[in-house]
């Protein structure tokens, strides 16, 4: 399977893979690799260079090293010795996959100084690691007609957007179950134009929005509506939200929440909300009938990518560094993205927990997103592997652009998803101004 000539793959603007991770003021590990941006070809040289600097830089003596593909499989480990306050490491992997290197110093001491590199080899042919159910499309055709048969009722309350130029309402709309969607809409003001529409989905973890970011959305000239990923108030203070994930179990560890049963995941609430989502935007006067993009990070782009397949009017999707990917990573020796349902098993039936995880892995919705579509992916990742994020966007049948970040961790520590912030600046662009996508 090769790229289709529409696939541009972008690598980070800056020069050199680098990652550190510092515990102390005393010592610290550089990692860079010889070739620019972490793609390889089968059998080609990995080459790292690790030079650890600081004032106790001497105390160093070895290196420590561990490999693993996929970000799981251990495939090399062992020790180099320091010489001139560095060492030099070579591998190379055989086949289309991942590579993750984690570098610790030595002796370790109370605090060890580690650093991480990655590596992709042949990223078009990373594949998914099971095949999609056979009634995947049938189940959730079953769950929109259950979403459909719930009247939306779209209850909006206006409120001060702080700015005289811009509307801003909060928003709630009716949901499966008894259930109910809860977000922000914001607009131009008095907008006699039809208006591309955008919705926002939120990274993990249980919390309020931040009313700018749909106001800065807003006053670009976006219909854009932010949506809470749980049934929850939208602006209440931080230490409601904080005490709500203490006290209440369903979102104490919400990802595991009925994750061995499709009808009861956490995530089936969580998906038809986007899809009602769409829906509203869609039905709305003031949308121009033509743009209608979703957009996210983490547990937000699992959210975007989720709709792009499910939703036929989405018109264009961005997802930094996606979660959700590839649940069934372990059965091929990789680690899957978050929420690691593999890992969430205690006290159920492993094999269920498995089967459920493939209703609601993003990799399957994929295969049906048409729509033009920005991902990235960070080599360092811990959280979402860049081996599931590939496979998953390899399944994307629409135009679509892969940002390959060398030494992004997930949460893009020291500007490293700078290269994705910028591409997303021109993909919105190109979307809101009616303009082909870059």
């Known amino acids: 399977m090769r790229f289709p000539r529409s696939l541009r793959l972008k690598i980070s603007a800056f020069a050199l893979l680098l990652a550190s ?35 106790k830089a001497d105390e160093v003596q070895r290196v420590g090293y561990v490999l693993r593909k996929g970000g799981l499989t251990e495939v090399g480990k062992g020790e180099l010795v320091v010489q001139n306050h560095s060492v030099d490491l070579q591998t190379q992997l055989d086949e289309p996959g991942t590579l993750l290197a984690e570098f610790t110093a030595l002796p370790t001491g109370d605090k060890p100084i580690t650093g991480l590199a990655g590596a992709m080899v042949e990223p078009e042919k990373i594949g998914i690691s099971a095949p999609c159910p056979a009634d995947f499309d049938a189940f959730w055709k079953s769950k929109v007609d259950e979403l459909l048969a719930v009247p939306a009722n779209p209850v909006l309350k206006e409120e001060e957007s702080g700015n005289d130029k811009l509307d801003y309402w909060k928003i709630t ?8 969607i809860q977000g922000q809409l914001a607009r131009p003001k008095a907008a006699t134009q039809k208006l591309p529409a955008i919705l926002l989905v939120q990274s993990a973890g249980v919390y309020p929005l931040a009313k700018n970011r749909i106001l800065d959305r807003a006053r670009e000239g976006w219909l854009a509506l932010n949506l809470n990923a749980h049934d929850l108030p939208t602006d209440m203070p931080e230490e409601w939200y904080k005490e709500k ?30 899809y009602r989502a769409v829906d509203y935007l869609a039905g709305r006067d003031d949308w121009d009938g033509k743009t209608l993009v979703v957009m996210g990070t983490s547990q937000g782009g699992l959210q975007a ?7 036929p009017k989405v018109t264009g999707l961005l997802a930094n560094v996606p979660a959700g990917c590839d649940h069934s990573g372990p059965l091929v020796g990789r680690r899957a993205g978050w929420p690691q349902w593999y890992e969430k098993v205690a006290g159920k039936d492993a094999a269920k927990v498995a089967e459920t995880s493939k209703y609601f892995d993003v990799a399957n919705f994929a295969r049906h997103v048409q729509c033009p579509a920005l991902v990235s992916v960070g080599l360092i990742d811990t959280t979402c592997p860049a081996a599931g994020v590939v496979a998953t966007f390899n399944q ?22 700078a290269a994705y912030n910028a591409r997303s600046k021109v993909w919105l662009q190109s979307f809101r101004t009616g303009m082909p996508t870059p």
């Not at 994307?396 to 998803?417: A, C, R, T, Y």
């Open 21 to 55: 991770a510092s515990c102390s003021v005393a010592q610290e590990l550089t990692i860079s690799a010889a070739k620019v941006g972490g793609v390889y070809a089968p059998g080609e040289k990995i080459s790292w260079h690790v030079t650890i600097t600081g004032d």
């Open 173 to 180: 709309l009716d949901n499966i179950r008894g259930t109910h």
């Open 245 to 274: 994930q203490r006290t209440d179990p369903m979102f104490k560890d919400y990802p595991g929440y009925g994750n061995d049963d499709r009808e009861q995941s956490y995530f089936l609430r969580m998906y038809l909300s986007c």
């Open 305 to 311: 990518i989720m709709t792009g397949g499910l939703h």
């Open 396 to 417: 994307i049948q629409g135009k679509k652009e892969l940002v390959v970040m060398p030494k992004s961790d997930h949460h893009g520590n020291n500007n490293s998803q």
